[in-house]
């Protein structure tokens, strides 16, 4: 028996609820890997799933999170062996299949990558689906060509932000960092960025197509009214890298910036990323992701403060990454 956080829905009122359980082996769902998970991390779909609507499950009872690394127990699969350290994140790993909240987990073994040299599974998890994800987008503006000037970073204190931020200012580009909150301008500083700009700043309503060309390259976390504003100020062939819709999934621009500044516009979607680029990916965290400012992002959690903080993750109240220890 393990321990895990299975949320449970309420057939007759509908309400759902959360709580840590001790179930066994056989109340995990089918997958060719069983994996002994060391650390997982809350990222905003948890707190939906852990939520009192439910959010994105879609069956009960239900394993939230959507990323773990851990030990493989037993494999069904030649690339991986019992002792082999393994990292996951994505194809709806929490969502429609049961997640890193519980002690073990058993998935399909093409989800998995092997842990690179350099990161440990803790280290993996401060990193987790938000760095993978900032790690895709620098990777995306790379392949197109960062201008030379200031790279612009939205919702710069979360998950996805915090990493960009410390990962572009390690390859040695100037940040500017964008927040709605002022008491994370020391936060944002200490992970390398060198302007702080106000959201109020970046957010206002677009007047004109295009502004003055200001930024070099951006990662975009917000997009909606954000994300229309900043194309407007891009450099001429410059790209956005877009990972996230709090802003909404509506898009106020005009074709403008493409047509008359040549700018690219590149979608990041961390669930289902080839193998290879999974791969690629983590190596590059672990070559040019800086551990020490990784490890000013973390806060530590563990099972029993997971309802408590899915509410707090919903409500903008987590700062940079949360991982929760599930050992022992």
Known sequence: MFKALVVRK????????????????????????????????????????IGPGGGLVRKYPHVPGIDFAGTVEASEDDRYAPGDKVVLTGWRVGEAHWGGYSQTARVKADWLVPLPEGLDTR???????????????VMALEDHGIKDGPVLVTG??????????????????????????????????????????????????????LEGETWAGCVDAVGGAMLARVLGQMKYGASVAAVGLAGGANLPASVIPFLLRGVNLLGIDSVMQPYDNRVRAWQRIARDLPMDKLEAMV???????????????LKGQVKGRVVVDLRG
């Open 10 to 49: 309420d057939e007759d009122s509908g309400k759902t609820s959360a709580a840590v359980e001790e179930i066994g082996l056989d109340d995990l769902p089918d997958g060719e890997v069983t994996v002994a998970v060391e650390h997982s991390t809350v990222n905003y779909k948890d707190g939906l799933c």
């Open 123 to 137: 280290a993996a998890m401060a990193v987790g689906t938000a760095g993978f994800t900032a790690m895709l987008a």
């Open 156 to 209: 710069a204190a979360g998950g996805v932000g915090s990493v960009a931020t410390a990962i572009l200012a390690n390859l040695g580009h100037e940040v500017a960092a964008v927040t709605g909150r002022p008491e994370q301008a020391e936060y944002l500083t200490s992970l390398g960025a060198t302007r702080i700009v106000p959201r109020d700043e970046i957010n206002e309503t677009v007047k004109r197509p």
């Open 299 to 313: 806060t530590p959690a563990t099972l029993e403060d997971l309802p408590r903080l899915g509410a707090e993750i």
